[in-house]
């Protein structure tokens, strides 16, 4: 199988999106310059999130950047990639709203609400970015030591004064689809 080795454009566009404020901006839809994989909250649960002026999308866990997938060629590989690592995990996945905490990003302070699950979301991730770079892509969400699964509240631009929340949203869910976004069509990844 032939390895998917990006172009050095695809190269110079995922490390320009990692850094740009235009990759806050995770769609459902795209022209695969921002690929990611999600998890989506549930209405009840995403409703209780105060509105994000810099992202308009649906409220999500962020499980993993990808960045640039260029043609149907490395999108059905990825799908395939992904797809065997995900559906190793058990449904229901059981999900929690863990409180406040906040890292810091290329873009600046990024305060978020933890979540918590009841299956290894670490080890399959970890396995995946290196199944991923194996193959060739350069990820722009590669700081695997640094990831924590969350939902962003908002962007605070560097140096600027830390704001806190008033109310943080808390709840449970329990899912079995992953969601692929930024690619032609939303994909949709089903769980065991």
Not at 51 to 67: I, R
Not at 112 to 127: A, E, K, P, Y
Not at 131 to 160: I, K, S
Request: aromatic share 10%.
């Amino acid at each position: 199988m032939p390895t998917p080795m990006l172009s050095l454009m695809a190269f110079e566009r995922s490390i320009q999106a990692a850094c740009l404020p235009l990759w806050r901006q995770a769609a459902e839809t795209g022209d695969g310059s921002r690929v990611g994989v999600f998890i989506r909250l549930p209405e009840d649960l995403s409703k209780k999130f105060p509105k994000n002026n810099q992202d308009a999308s649906p409220a999500h866990v962020t499980f993993l950047y990808v960045g640039v997938v260029e043609g149907m060629e490395q999108e059905a590989l990825l799908l395939r990639v992904l797809g065997k690592h995900l559906r190793q995990f058990k449904a229901p996945i059981k999900a929690k709203l863990d409180g406040e905490d906040f890292f810091h990003g290329v873009q600046g302070r990024v305060p978020h609400v933890r979540v918590r699950f009841n299956q290894d979301m670490d080890r399959t991730r970890r396995l995946l970015v290196e199944e991923l770079r194996e193959l060739g892509w350069t990820l722009a969400d590669w700081n695997q030591a640094g990831w924590r699964p969350h939902v962003t509240l908002e962007y605070q631009e560097p140096g600027a004064e830390a704001q806190h929340f008033a109310e943080i949203p808390e709840g449970t869910w329990s899912f079995d689809t992953f969601e692929v976004w930024g690619l032609k069509s939303l994909k949709k990844i089903q769980v065991s």
